[in-house]
């Protein structure tokens, strides 16, 4: 199973950019999935999972209110919506696999991972 995370880029403060995250190998049907980011300097951290079931997401307090995960089975694909970003959201973003059932928010959970995309995002 292999994970391909794309969609990240320069954006100004206040904008948005879709991140995408392809898995190939298996159905993403039997995997919860969730993006994790790394900021410059900082250990990397929970942003968002979405569970087998849909309904069920979680996120970060961070960016509640601002991101939204969402699953394409059809096109064995996850995206993370993001909106109203902020520099402090600037990031290489990895997206993440799990066959558990809940969707947690610790990696530890999480072991299939994908290569991480840069999202940067100017004051």
Request: charged share 20%; hydrophobic share 35%.
């Amino acid at each position: 199973v292999q994970l391909q995370a794309s969609g990240g880029g320069l954006v100004q403060a206040g904008g948005s950019l879709r991140l995408s995250c392809q898995v190939s190998g298996r159905s993403v049907r039997v995997y919860t999935m969730a993006w994790f980011r790394r900021a410059p300097g900082k250990d990397r951290e929970f942003v968002s999972v979405i569970g087998k079931d849909p309904d069920r997401t979680n996120y970060a307090d961070s960016v509640k209110g601002r991101f939204t995960i969402s699953r394409d089975n059809a096109k064995n694909t996850v995206y993370l919506q993001m909106n109203s970003l902020k520099p402090e959201d600037t990031a290489v973003y990895y997206c993440a696999a799990s066959t558990i059932y809940d969707p947690f928010p610790n990696e530890r959970f999480y072991n299939i991972w994908g290569q991480g995309t840069l999202v940067t995002v100017s004051s």
